[in-house]
């Protein structure tokens, strides 16, 4: 059974910066991706960004870009999101999800993820 723990929510200000990590256990594949979602109060939940651990391909959707870096350690299996110029509107739970494949046209689909984190809060105030 694959297991991910995410860390490293939390409360910051507007332009502040906060990394999350999630460490995924139980799989079986090598080139596995991790994905980000994200979801705020009252909103569907929605991807953030995807990066395939095996060989570094990522994606990032169009509102964090500049701002979000996402990256992977396989030694460590775990990935990353580095976000930066944090804003109030970034305030979600954020999950953390496993797939055993990267697929550039699939990522973003929460569907496609067969494993998924408990969550972690991201607060950014104004």
């Known amino acids: 059974e694959v297991q991910l723990v995410e860390s490293g929510g939390g409360l910051v200000q507007t332009g502040g910066s906060l990394r999350l990590s999630c460490t995924v256990s139980?799989?079986?594949?090598?080139?596995?991706?991790i994905g980000w979602f994200r979801q705020a109060p009252g909103k569907e939940r929605e991807a953030v960004g995807c990066?395939?651990?095996?060989?570094?391909?990522?994606e990032l959707t169009d509102s964090v870009k500049g701002r979000f870096t996402i990256s992977g350690d396989n030694a460590r299996n775990t990935g990353y999101l580095q976000m930066d110029s944090l804003k109030p509107e970034d305030t979600a739970v954020y999950y953390c999800?496993?797939?055993?494949?990267?697929?550039?046209?699939?990522?973003?689909?929460?569907?496609?993820?067969?494993?998924w984190g408990k969550g972690v809060l991201v607060t950014v105030s104004s």
């Open positions: 139980g799989f079986s594949f090598d080139d596995y991706a």
């Open positions: 999800a496993y797939a055993p494949t990267f697929m550039s046209t699939m990522w973003a689909q929460s569907g496609f993820m067969t494993s």
């Open positions: 990066i395939s651990i095996g060989d570094g391909r990522a």
